[in-house]
C-alpha cells in the first residue's frame, strides 16, 4: 500500500474514534421542564342569556371572535342532509339586510378583516379576525353577518350549484369514498352518518335557510368566544347595544339524537377501478369525557398513530413495502367517536395488508408493549399538547370546547398528568377492551374485482356498496324538504 495512503486512513481512522468519543453539542443540551400555562379566562352570563368567553391577549393589536348558536350537521334532517353546511355558506356569501353580497366583500377588503361561518356537527360559527383599532366597526357587520343575513337569491343558487358540483366530483377520490362510506356503515341510521347527495342538496329551497336561521339563531344557549387586544370594561359597552336588539326567544330546539354503541362485524366493498385499494377497519369507540381517553391515545401511538415510528408503519410501510400510507386513530367526542386503522395499499397488496393489520391489533392486544414504545408516546403526545396552545387563543378555545363536552374545569391541567400516569398494563388493558375483533367493520375502496376470490376466502363475504350514477339528469332539484329541526 502507498506510504501516503496508509497516513492518510490513519488519520481517517483515529479521526472516526474521536468524533465517537466526543460527545455531540446536542447531547449537552437541557431543556427546562415543558409546562402549560392556563390564561385567566373570564366566563360571564350577559343580558339577553348568552354566555361570554373572554381573556385579553395584548401581544399583538389583534381582536378574534367567534359565536357559537346551538345547530349544526346532528340537527339536519335525514332528507335535508347539508342543510347546515349551504346554510353557513350562503349565510357569508349572501351579504346582508344592509350590504349586498359585493359591498360586504368590498368593506372587509378594505379593512383587511375576516368573517368566517361555519357548521359542526352541534353548533352553527360565525368568526371574526381584525385589528384592535378596527373593532368597533367589524363588530357591526359580524352582527349584520349573523343576525340579519340577506342569503341573496343568486348567491344562494351559485352556492346550490356549487355543492351539487362538489357532490357530482366527489367519487373521484377513493380516500373520501371511503371516509364517507365507513362513516355511514359505524353510525346509521344517525346523522353522523349522512351524507349529502343531489337529493338532499336538490330539496333545500332558499326558504328553507332563512326559516333554519331563524330557528337557530338565538341567544338563548348560544356562547361568544372573544380574545384579543381590548379590555373586558370596553369590550361589554360595545357589546351592549347587539345585545339589547339579540333577544331570548325561550324557543327549545330539537335535541340531536343519541349515539347507541354496539359491535356487530360488517365487512363491505366499493368497486372503483384505481390502482390502489383502500382499507378501513374499526367501529365506535368513546366519549370524550371517558377516563380511558389518556391510555386508548398512548397505544394508538404506538399501534399507527405515531407515523414513523408507530408499529404498522414499520411493518407495512418500512418492512413489507405494501403502503405508502398506513395509520391508526382513536377519536373521542361528545358523543361515541370512532376507533380504526387505515390503509392505502397497491390491489394485489390488499390481503397481505389487511392480514397485517388485523394481526397488529392481535399484537397488541395479547403482548405488552416495551417501556421504550411506552415511553416516546408518552413524550410525544405530551409534547405536541403543549406546542397546540401556544396561544391565549388557542387555549381559550380548547377550554370552551371541553365546557361544550362537559367536562370538569381542570381538564386541561390534568391531561398531561393522566397521560404521564399511563402504564404497559394500562395500554394492554384498553386494547383489548375497546378493540372489538368480533365487531369489526371493514370497508376496501378499489379494484376488488381483481382480488375478491382471495380476499373472501380468508376473510368471509363482502357487500358491495354501490356509488351512484351522476350522469345526465343529475342534480335536478327536488321539493323542499320538511325541516322540523
Known sequence: MNHYLRIFLSFMLLGTILSAMTPL???SLQFKELTLKIPEITRKILSNGMELF??????LPIVRATLYVPGGSHRDPAAATGLSSLLSTVQIAGGTRHLTPDELDMQLESLGAEIDTGAQSRYQ?????CLRTDFKNILDLFFEVALHPRFDPSRFDLEKKNALESIRRRDDDAAGIARRKFANIVYRPHPEGNETTMETIGSISRDNLINSHRKRFQPDGSQLLVVGDVDLKTLESMLSPYLAQWKPTGRKLVDPPKVTREFKAERYFVQKSVPQ???RIGHKSIKLSNPDLFPLMVMDRILGGGGFNSRLMKRIRTELGLAYS?????GADVFYSTIGVDCGTKTEGSVQSLREILSAI?????QPVSNEELELARNTIVNQFVFKFATRHQVASRILFFEQAGLPDDFMETYLKAIEAV???DVQRVAREYFKSDGLKILLVGDFAKVRAEIEKEFGSFKEIKLPDYGSGSGKAGKSASLSR
Open 25 to 27: 453539542p446536542h447531547e
Open 54 to 59: 373572554y381573556a385579553q391577549d395584548s401581544s
Open 125 to 129: 360559527t360565525v368568526s371574526l379576525k
Open 277 to 279: 385499494v383502500k382499507i
Open 326 to 330: 398506513v395509520y391508526s386513530w382513536i
Open 362 to 366: 392481535k399484537k397488541i392486544q395479547d
Open 423 to 425: 402504564t404497559v398494563k
